[in-house]
C-alpha cells in the first residue's frame, strides 16, 4: 500500500495527517489501518506506532525514532543505559502510557501550548513539497522562535494534546496563524529555541559531567548563601531571571515532585538515576548560566 515518506523534522503525527489526505480516507482510519486495532486517535507529540510506520514508508525504526519523534529531545540528558532502555520500550508497548513521555502530553504543558509554525517554513514547504507540515523543532517546550529564520512562530487554536479528530488533522497552512507575545526577551527566547534544538539534533553532551560543571559555577557567581545552600538562592535567582510569567507559560516549577525542601536546582547538583528531570528544566538552567553576569557576591 502507498504511503507518504516523512519530510525533514516532520513529526509522525504530522505524516499520519498527510498520509489520511494522501490515501483519502479519515485521519482515525489511518491509525486503525497502521494499528490493527480501534484506537482512533493519538498524542500530537508522544511516539506511536513507530514499528508499523517504519514498514509503511520503508524507513528505519530508528531513523524514524531519532528523525521524526521527540525521543532524542526527551532523553537528551539521560545517561546512555536508560536512552537505551526507552528506545526497546517503544517497541514493545503502547507508547502513550510511558511516564518518560507524559511530561510533554500532560498539565500544564499540553494544556498551556498549541501546535506552533513558523510561516516562512511553511511557505518553503508548500514551494517544495506542495504541502505543508509541523515540524519537531517548532513545538518543543519553552520555543517559541525558528532557528532558521530567526522569526517569532505563529500559534493556532489547537492544543498540542488531545484534541477532537476533525481539528487533529489541520496542516499549518490550514490556519491563518496566531501571533504569540511570550513573556521572556527575544535573545533568551533565542537561546532556549537553540539548545532545544541543539537537544533534539543530539548534539547536546548527555554525560552528568556537564551537570556537574553547570552547577560548580554557582559558587563562581556567587549564587550560594553564606550558609553554603544553593537551594533558595539559586531558585530565587532563575525566578527572577525568567520571570514568573514566562515560568508559569511553559509549566515549570523549581519544587522537584511538589516537595517544599529540595527544589529542583539542588537536586541537580546530587544528581542520580533515581532523580529524573525535564529536558527543558536542564536547558533553562543551561542558558541562566550561558547568560547570568557574574556576581561577586549574593547573599
Known amino acids: 500500500m502507498y504511503f507518504p515518506r516523512p519530510y525533514p523534522d516532520e513529526l509522525t503525527s504530522s505524516l499520519l495527517i498527510r498520509a489520511s489526505r494522501h490515501l483519502g480516507i479519515r485521519y482515525d482510519q ?5 494499528t490493527g486495532k480501534g484506537r482512533r486517535r493519538v498524542h500530537f507529540t508522544n511516539p506511536f ?17 531519532v528523525n521524526h519523534t521527540l525521543y532524542p529531545y526527551v532523553t537528551a540528558f539521560m545517561t546512555g543505559q536508560r536512552r537505551e532502555l526507552i528506545r526497546a520500550s517503544l517497541v514493545a508497548i503502547v507508547p ?3 511516564s518518560d513521555f507524559n511530561w510533554l502530553a500532560g498539565a500544564p504543558w499540553a494544556t498551556l501550548a498549541c501546535r506552533r509554525f513558523c510561516p516562512q517554513c511553511m511557505r518553503e514547504d508548500l514551494q517544495q513539497h506542495g504541502e505543508s507540515y509541523w515540524h519537531r523543532s517548532h513545538v518543543l517546550p519553552g520555543v517559541y522562535t525558528c532557528t532558521n ?17 476533525v481539528r487533529a488533522r489541520a496542516c499549518p497552512a490550514d490556519n491563518p496563524g496566531i501571533e504569540i507575545s511570550p513573556p521572556l526577551s527575544r535573545h533568551l527566547l533565542d537561546a532556549v529555541a537553540l539548545y532545544s534544538k541543539e537537544a533534539l539534533e543530539g548534539e547536546l553532551s548527555a554525560n552528568l559531567e556537564g551537570i556537574h560543571a553547570h552547577v560548580e559555577r554557582v559558587e563562581e557567581l556567587g549564587l550560594k548563601s553564606s550558609k553554603g545552600r544553593i537551594t533558595r538562592c539559586l ?15 511553559v509549566g515549570v516549577s523549581w519544587l522537584n515532585f511538589r516537595m517544599s525542601v529540595e527544589q529542583c536546582p539542588a537536586l541537580m547538583a546530587r544528581h542520580s538515576e533515581a532523580i529524573t528531570f525535564t529536558t527543558l528544566q536542564h536547558l533553562l538552567l543551561q542558558t541562566f548560566f550561558e547568560h547570568f553576569p557574574a556576581r561577586t557576591s549574593h547573599r
Open 30 to 34: 489511518v491509525v486503525r489501518e497502521l
Open 49 to 65: 506506532a513507530l514499528t508499523q510506520i517504519a514498514d509503511a514508508t520503508g524507513i528505519t525504526y530508528d531513523d524514524i525514532l
Open 96 to 98: 502513550q502510557i510511558r
Open 149 to 165: 529564520h530567526s522569526s517569532l512562530l505563529l500559534g493556532t487554536a489547537i492544543p498540542l494534546g488531545w484534541c477532537e479528530p
Open 235 to 249: 531558585s530565587r535567582q532563575l525566578e527572577d531571571f525568567y520571570g514568573n510569567p514566562y515560568l508559569n507559560s
